[in-house]
């Protein structure tokens, strides 16, 4: 039995510690965050209920975060198999969003503005992008646990990526974040 | 190229699935003009920028509804695994109807029950049935026999602990805490055997306690003192506390005289549950200051205003470092 997990009091404070972490995870891959919130919660619960026939050898913030990453990945594979049930291809590329950078561009912070764009991306692709940006798997990975083609992982990570340029205001892409946080506190609304 | 070859070929860059080839191809395309090199910059800006995607989990709410899963879990694992057989199931066949099962299972049950307390995030003070007071920290537990049945009063603990402890002569109250067991002559004291640290600390406020590990003979402290057990070389050493900080968890008061920011830096780390760190230079900066149930942010203005380190928060805490 694992050290860490003889009692509760021990439990408690692995998951205060990881949650936040846990939940970002399951989040990325699924846009959902009550859904993402679940997938912690259980693999939290069935780690406690099997504290005394696993053994956990490696660490256990990197058991959790796989636990946490393939309980979504299963999740996303399901809602992606729907999605492209309705339609032939993948969705079309969403057309010039420079429009909508404009008014993202006074909408306030940062970070709501990177929220927005990563919202804005299609469903199908957001995953795939999701996997490759954050849980550093192959295009070869991805296509063998989604069961899709490695031609299709490519076309997603184009399409997600070309989006998020396109969506976010130039200025932040330029990298200018202190000027431009300048420039909108200087905006007369 | 078509602009979605173009973007195909970035993101492979960026996320490292790019070929040889690919990469002669995504190189020629740059060269060709300054606009190539400026969407190319701007993906991968975009790119890297994702990582400021954050989204506010509360903890507090999530650890309340798991912890009361897993209560039910383990209430209806006790009925399925219960020795006393059909008479259990009688009793919670009755408990479903007149909702008195757990007194009636109890009051059929003659061996001593092992009760156990345990405070979740908040500190909880307890009363023993020997009068004896006890306050447990955030995240700690100690279980004892009902009634302490027995010649001794014996009590588990997890985590961190004052006691203030009634004396009696014929039957001594003794903890045991990770490995270790610590026996009171008469005493109140501070005890932190969290199952995480590799060690287990004592402080002594009044009286005197024994400490001992489970091999090694007993050391005696004295009020004002304070022993740490190391779990790796079980060894115990003991000396004079400097400060109270040791009781911070349950006065709220932190009190620093002349110490480096190094030494500050753990004692917050510790009392806010966080990480502090200072970089080299700050590490020996001298500090003197009392900080009286300061939130952390209060504190750390005050070690940023009166000391001249400069103060970063961190994802997971904070970072201190000299001008």
Not at chain 2, 277 to 300: Q, R, Y
């Amino acid at each position: 039995m694992n050290l860490l997990l003889n009692d509760i009091a021990s439990f408690e404070r692995l998951f205060r510690s990881q949650h936040a972490g846990l939940v970002l995870s399951a989040h990325r891959i699924l846009n959902d965050k009550a859904r993402a919130e679940d997938v912690v919660q259980d693999v939290f619960l069935n780690l406690w209920q099997k504290r005394e026939e696993v053994s956990v050898t490696e660490n256990l913030p990197a058991y959790l975060h796989r636990a946490v990453t393939n309980h979504a990945i299963n999740i996303y594979k399901q809602q992606y198999n729907k999605l492209v049930q309705h339609a032939e291809d993948m969705p079309e590329q969403t057309g010039n969003a420079a429009a909508q950078a404009d008014t993202a561009l006074i909408a306030g912070e940062l970070s709501e503005r990177i929220e927005k764009a990563i919202a804005s991306l299609p469903d199908s692709s957001r995953g795939v992008f999701m996997l490759s940006r954050f849980e550093e798997m192959s295009y070869k990975e991805i296509a063998e646990r989604l069961e899709i083609s490695v031609k299709t992982v490519e076309k997603h990570m184009s399409n997600a990526l070309r989006h998020l340029r396109n969506y976010l205001p130039v200025l932040v892409l330029m990298g200018l974040k202190i000027f431009f946080e300048f420039a909108v506190g200087c905006l007369p609304f | 190229m078509n602009t979605e070859k173009q973007y195909e070929l970035i993101a492979k860059s960026l996320s490292g699935n790019i070929s040889d080839q690919e990469k002669a191809m995504l190189e020629q395309w740059l060269g060709e003009n300054a606009e190539n090199a400026t969407v190319y910059a701007q993906a991968k800006r975009a790119w890297e920028l994702t990582a400021e995607q954050t989204v506010v989990a509360d903890t507090d709410a999530a650890w309340q509804k798991l912890s009361s899963l897993i209560a039910e879990g383990e209430k209806t694992e006790v009925i399925r695994i219960s020795p006393v057989g059909w008479f259990t199931r009688i009793a919670a066949a009755v408990a479903v109807l007149v909702g008195i099962g757990f007194l009636f299972s109890t009051f059929f049950d003659k061996q001593p029950q092992m009760k156990t307390i345990a405070s979740a995030n908040e500190m909880l003070k307890v009363v023993l049935p020997d009068s004896s007071v006890v306050w447990l920290n955030k995240g700690s537990q100690i279980a004892y026999l009902e009634n302490f049945e027995g010649d001794k009063r014996e009590v588990k603990l997890t985590g961190e602990a004052f006691f203030d402890v009634v004396h009696k002569e014929d039957k001594p109250f003794v903890i045991e805490a990770n490995k270790t067991t610590i026996t009171d002559i008469g005493t109140s004291f501070n005890v932190r055997a969290y199952s995480n640290e590799p060690q287990v600390e004592v402080s002594v406020a009044t009286g005197v306690v024994g400490f001992s590990s489970t091999k090694k003979e007993q050391v005696i402290l004295n009020a004002g003192y304070h022993a740490v057990f190391d779990l790796k070389s079980a060894t115990i050493h003991s000396e004079q506390n400097k400060s109270a900080n040791y009781m911070a968890w349950k006065t709220g008061q932190l009190m620093f005289e002349n110490n480096t920011l190094g030494e500050v830096a753990a004692t917050l780390s510790r009392y806010y549950n966080t990480n502090i760190v200072t970089d080299s230079a700050a590490a020996t900066i001298l500090f003197t200051g009392n900080f009286n149930h300061a939130g952390i942010g209060d504190a750390m203005r005050i070690l940023e205003t009166s000391t001249g380190v400069e103060v970063s928060k961190q994802q997971n805490g904070y970072n201190m470092s000299a001008r």
